[in-house]
T-cell receptor, first 113, second 113 residues
């Protein structure tokens, strides 16, 4: 069966420090991969999606970037964190056509001090 | 552009009572519709999905949802709520292509004894 792993679960970082959040999927090939940020009362905001290795699409201009170095690995990064980058970050995967649902990891709680 | 409205931000029900969470969507074609549940500090878990066919969809944990095209709605229901159902519920609408999914802002369910 397919599984998705996100780490770390929680992270506290100072303003201006770099960031790397990792997400890996097991049990499937060539998944679509997504990074979301969730803020209280605002639902989920799609940050990046990827349909293949090295293919990244950005939905919202921001201080973050994403990379997909391997088929089932998706990384969210920043060179210098801002206070506004605090939030709950979720990785998700899906396969196939638009009628297939997305499946989520357990998320990373990022706090910027 | 597609959109989702969840008009109730917070709902409180008594254990054993019935539940209905409202969801209205906006999409030009036949939508792909989803309901997810999120426990505190966790990722989103898929409850059920609608693509076509029978407009009453059964999901996990005793939940069901009914697609009503004339009302652009996809309300989630459960006949008897358990304390463990306390969580946040998200309705989502998807389209084809890379599966861009738009999420509602969520409805937080509180269950009282």
């Amino acid at each position: 069966s397919q599984t998705i792993h996100q780490w770390p679960a929680t992270l506290v970082q100072p303003v201006g420090s770099p960031l790397s959040l990792e997400c890996t999927v097991e049990g499937t090939s060539n998944p679509n991969l997504y990074w979301y940020r969730q803020a209280a009362g605002r639902g989920l905001q799609l940050l990046f999606y990827s349909v293949g290795i090295g293919q990244i699409s950005s939905e919202v201009p921001q201080n973050l970037s994403a990379s997909r170095p391997q088929d089932r690995q998706f990384i969210l990064s920043s060179k210098k964190l801002l206070l506004s980058d605090s939030g709950f970050y979720l990785c998700a995967w899906s396969v196939g056509q638009g009628n297939q649902p997305q499946h989520f990891g357990d998320g990373t709680r990022l706090s910027i001090l | 552009a597609q959109s989702v409205t969840q008009p109730d931000i917070h709902i409180t029900v008594s254990e054993g009572a019935s539940l209905e969470l409202r969801c209205n969507y906006s999409y030009g074609a036949t939508p792909y519709l989803f309901w997810y549940v999120q426990s505190p500090g966790q990722g989103l878990q898929l409850l059920l999905k609608y693509f076509s066919g029978d407009t009453l969809v059964q999901g996990i944990k005793g939940f069901e949802a009914e697609f009503k095209r004339s009302q652009s709605s996809f309300n989630l229901r459960k006949p008897s709520v358990h304390w463990s159902d306390a969580a946040e519920y998200f309705c989502a609408v998807g389209s084809g292509g890379y599966q861009k999914v738009t999420f509602g802002i969520g409805t937080k369910l509180q269950v009282i004894p």
